[in-house]
């Protein structure tokens, strides 16, 4: 199993953070490689399982997310059994109206890709991936508006 752990502090409170990323649909907005989000199953305490559609160095992958442990507007652990076989652990550590989020992902390099590129190459990209979702997370959780949809660096397009 790879690793990656990538943390970020943005000028949001933990459940501002929360709802949002505990609704799968808005991974679409924010996770560049992530192509298709259905059969989404959410429940108040935030927990939620989806199948999803994942492009990884050019290849599909289609899998299904289902979540592990939650505590509100703490800590949501997701696996995916599926498609790319991953576990997820988000961590939210608010103070002072700003909130550390952490991201740990564990995964499995999907065996088609190393019979296509080598395997510390993958690991870059992976690494860039979840550089730019937490960046983009961020981008968004600092809008004014949460409708806004973001027109470049820094920049917020009101509707």
Do not use: C
């Not at 952490?102 to 690991?123: C, D, M, N, R, W």
Request: charged share 30%.
């Amino acid at each position: 199993m790879k690793e990656i752990k990538k943390s970020v502090t943005i000028n949001a409170p933990a459940s501002k953070i929360f709802d949002y990323l505990t609704d799968p649909n808005n991974l679409l907005e924010i996770w560049p490689s992530m192509i298709e989000v259905s059969n989404v199953k959410r429940s108040p305490d935030g927990s939620h399982n989806f199948d999803f559609v994942y492009k990884m160095a050019g290849m599909r992958f289609n899998g299904h997310s289902e979540t592990v442990k939650v505590t509100q507007n703490k800590y949501v652990e997701l696996e995916n059994k599926t498609g790319i076989k991953s576990h997820f652990k988000w961590t939210y550590d608010g103070r002072d109206g700003a909130t550390e989020i952490t991201l740990q992902v564990s995964y499995e390099v999907p065996s088609q890709l190393l019979a296509k590129l080598a395997e510390p190459f993958l690991v870059k990209i992976n690494e860039r991936e979840a550089d730019t979702l937490l960046h983009n997370l961020r981008e968004r959780m600092e809008a004014t508006d949460i409708g806004a949809k973001p027109t470049g660096p820094g920049k917020e397009k009101r509707a």
